[in-house]
């Protein structure tokens, strides 16, 4: 389906292509970081001008290595709460539930602009979608339709950038004051990466540069003050983690050599988990 048959996006609303395209990118690669061949079908399908971002390889990868590390936050969670709750902040176009297969007794809902939900209805098999939220994260209503009694697993991708701090904090709040228990993880931008997006846009940060709100989290233990539940299970520095093996042979070099630092790795790639 053409995108210009699908509903009209704003430019915030776009950079779902931004990270479908990465993922979509990956797969084609000769050894895949996530293997997301639903992001390729759809950007095929969709016939989608993915150049336009100047997505180079090694951006494409950590776009699927970060999504990587999310899934497999909620794939343990899930192993532990089989009758747990997921909700993907900010989903875009990514069928997250297909690649962890949540058990039948979890729930897993996506939540995005209406806009976004109806082009994930277009565009995507039902099945990606067993719940969808048509919403603006920063509405406290949305929460309403959701049960209280179950824990939750909460991944947003590609998503803090866009809200300022305050929003993050009231979101993060609304969440953990509505279940009882749960993790929650999301890619972390520390203060250079936003000063870096917003005064060296190069390639794909291009598209992000004029909307980006968060002012960026240097310790990821600052997020504990939040909210008094909220603690850090693990800041997952990428440079460290076993799918780096995968990277060409320079990349690797370069990103092992980075990965003795983790100052410079906070540059890069971060998953932030926490739990409550
Ligand atoms: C870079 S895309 C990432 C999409 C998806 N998580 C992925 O990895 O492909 C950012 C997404 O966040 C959504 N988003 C940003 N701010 C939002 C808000 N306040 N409420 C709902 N969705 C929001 C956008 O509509 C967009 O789909």
């Known amino acids: 389906m053409p995108p210009n048959t699908?509903?009209?996006l704003t430019p915030l609303q776009e950079t779902l292509w931004l990270t479908l395209c990465g993922?979509?990118?990956?797969?084609?690669?000769?050894r895949p970081i996530l293997g997301d061949e639903m992001a390729d079908e759809i950007v095929r399908e969709a016939g989608y001008d993915y150049k336009k971002f100047g997505l180079i390889p090694s951006a494409a990868m950590?776009?699927?290595?970060r999504a990587k590390k999310l899934d497999e936050v909620a794939e343990r969670f899930f192993a532990r709460h089989p009758d747990g709750v997921g909700l993907d902040?900010?989903?875009?176009?990514?069928?997250?539930?297909?690649?962890?297969?949540?058990p039948p007794t979890a729930d897993w809902h996506d939540?995005?602009?209406?806009?976004?939900?109806a082009a994930r209805r277009q565009l995507l098999?039902?099945?990606a979608t067993p719940h969808g939220i048509a919403a603006d994260l920063t509405d406290p209503a949305w929460l309403d339709t959701l049960p209280t009694d179950r824990p939750a697993v909460i991944v947003a991708d590609g998503v803090i950038a866009f809200l300022s701090m305050e929003d993050m904090i009231s979101l993060v709040g609304r969440i953990i004051d509505h279940f009882p228990s749960g993790e929650i993880a999301f890619n972390g931008y520390s203060r250079f990466h936003v000063w870096a997006q917003r005064h060296v846009p190069m390639g794909a940060t291009r598209a992000v540069r004029d909307i980006t709100k968060f002012s960026g989290l240097d310790d990821p233990r600052d997020a504990e003050r939040w909210h008094p539940?909220?603690?850090?299970?693990?800041?997952?520095?990428?440079?460290r983690e076993p799918e780096v093996a995968l990277f060409?042979?320079?990349?690797?070099?370069?990103?092992?050599l980075g990965a003795q630092s983790a100052a410079v790795s906070r540059w890069g790639n971060v998953v932030l988990h926490y739990r409550f």
């Open 62 to 65: 950590n776009i699927a290595h």
């Open 6 to 8: 699908l509903p009209a």
């Open 111 to 117: 939540i995005d602009f209406p806009e976004v939900m």
């Open 23 to 30: 993922r979509a990118l990956d797969n084609r690669l000769p």
């Open 125 to 127: 098999p039902a099945r």
């Open 229 to 239: 539940k909220l603690k850090l299970v693990k800041e997952i520095l990428c440079t």
């Open 89 to 102: 902040l900010g989903a875009g176009l990514d069928s997250r539930v297909l690649r962890i297969s949540p």
């Open 248 to 256: 060409p042979p320079v990349l690797r070099w370069w990103t092992r």
